[in-house]
């Protein structure tokens, strides 16, 4: 009954987690989608999620860390839930075949395809309704957020010469 229990719950949280992951590839494709002049209109509108998803695409290197962090996150402890879900009934090594087959499906699947779709397809009232639970993450993980920030604004400068590469890209 108990390991009966440990995989309802165990689906229950990668369910939630897969929820998670297409919540910031969908965000990711809708508001890198939207052009500056978009941004630009929005702010003269009386939306306070306008002015929340403004200063989030004012620097969009630390919006991609933030998005990629929280997708990442998410994505990882998938994997992990479903390797030890699987582990149960499976011997280790096919466990582990199994659990990344499973995981590969189900994130590419529902975790990236079908919700950049959506964010794309969505992407103007997308971005607005997303804007202030990206904030929320940003500062939830701040301290590992300006962590990736900083090195890999450091790592982008060292390799293309800018740090801000994402510039052309969003203006």
């Excluded at 052009?35 to 998803?53: K, M």
């Excluded at 202030?132 to 962590?147: A, D, F, K, Q, Y």
Aim: negative net charge; proline residues 4%; hydrophobic residues 50%.
């Amino acid at each position: 009954m108990v390991g009966a229990t440990l995989g309802l719950t165990g689906i229950a949280t990668v369910t939630l987690l897969l929820a998670l992951s297409a919540f910031f590839s969908s965000a990711e494709t809708a508001i890198f989608s939207l052009s500056a002049e978009w941004f630009d209109q929005q702010i003269g509108s009386d939306d306070p999620r306008a002015s929340v998803l403004k200063e989030l695409h004012d620097d969009p290197h630390r919006l991609l860390v933030t998005l990629l962090v929280g997708n990442n996150v998410v994505n990882v402890a998938i994997s992990s839930i479903l390797t030890v879900l699987v582990a149960s009934y499976l011997p280790s090594g096919a466990a582990v075949a199994v659990a990344t087959a499973c995981t590969s499906v189900l994130v590419i699947v529902f975790g990236e395809i079908v919700p950049k779709a959506f964010g794309l397809g969505n992407a103007e009232t997308w971005s607005l309704r997303v804007a202030s639970p990206i904030r929320l993450t940003e500062r939830v993980l701040s301290p590992l957020i300006t962590l990736f920030d900083g090195i890999t604004r450091r790592m982008t400068a060292y390799i293309s010469g800018d740090a801000n590469i994402e510039t052309p890209y969003t203006d």
